[in-house]
T-cell receptor, first 115, second 113 residues
Framework: GAVVSQHPSWVICKSGTSVKIECRSL??????MFWYRQFPKQSLMLMATSNEGSKATYEQGVEKDKFLINHASLTLSTLTVTSAHPEDSSFYIC???????????FGSGTRLTVV | TQLLEQSPQFLSIQEGENLTVYCNSS?????LQWYRQEPGEGPVLLVT?????EVKKLKRLTFQFGDARKDSSLHITAAQPGDTGLYLCAGPPETYQGGKLIFGQGTELSVKP
């Protein structure tokens, strides 16, 4: 089955630094990947749609200069949280699909803690 | 605007009980997916329903897609502690482009032994 690998699983960083999260589709090519943010006990909130070879599409209210997305190949998308602040602490999850109508495969998520 | 209303948001039951989770919308969806998520992990796809009126069974779990493709339900028979987790419905509305998913608010299920 389709496998999506996300790294790192958790990261702690200091305020003002940047953190990069990787999302890889291991056994299929993904022209589109999605990045979500999730707060404790809540559902997933879509942040942006990552398109291979073109600019990401951000959801309303998401700062594109703070959350930089790069989708340079058909198997890799990265999310960089720039100048991180404690309020950016959250659980970040990526997803991709071989055939969108049949469902998505999610990465295992990244727990970001900014201190 | 929340397009997918999921209920209940919290459910605590005893082992052996039955339960139903509902997902409703005023919009038509191309398909409806159900996911289960454990703490610290990404959601895992349980099932996708595509055709209006479709019913799918996965062991003790029964999934149904409404005739008009605007609603779905998940029924668990004889719940077990291993069923504990966050259940999420999600789908791409027919009017959306690019495969974006809309998620329901989630149902936090706790099954006590």
């Amino acid at each position: 089955g389709a496998v999506v690998s996300q790294h790192p699983s958790w990261v702690i960083c200091k305020s003002g630094t940047s953190v990069k999260i990787e999302c890889r589709s291991l056994d299929f090519q993904a022209t589109t990947m999605f990045w979500y943010r999730q707060f404790p006990k809540q559902s997933l909130m879509l942040m942006a749609t990552s398109n291979e070879g073109s600019k990401a599409t951000y959801e309303q209210g998401v700062e594109k200069d703070k959350f930089l997305i790069n989708h340079a190949s058909l198997t890799l998308s990265t999310l960089t949280v720039t100048s991180a602040h404690p309020e950016d602490s959250s659980f970040y999850i990526c997803s991709a699909s071989q055939q969108t109508v049949y469902g998505y495969t999610f990465g295992s998520g990244t727990r970001l803690t900014v201190v | 605007t929340q397009l997918l209303e999921q209920s209940p948001q919290f459910l605590s039951i005893q082992e052996g009980e039955n339960l139903t989770v509902y997902c409703n919308s005023s919009s038509v969806f191309s398909s409806l997916q159900w996911y289960r998520q454990e703490p610290g992990e990404g959601p895992v796809l349980l099932v996708t329903v595509v055709t209006g009126g479709e019913v799918k069974k996965l062991k003790r779990l029964t999934f149904q897609f409404g005739d008009a493709r605007k609603d779905s339900s998940l029924h668990i028979t004889a719940a077990q502690p291993g069923d504990t987790g966050l259940y999420l419905c999600a789908g791409p509305p027919e009017t959306y482009q690019g495969g974006k998913l809309i998620f329901g608010q989630g149902t936090e299920l706790s099954v006590k032994p």
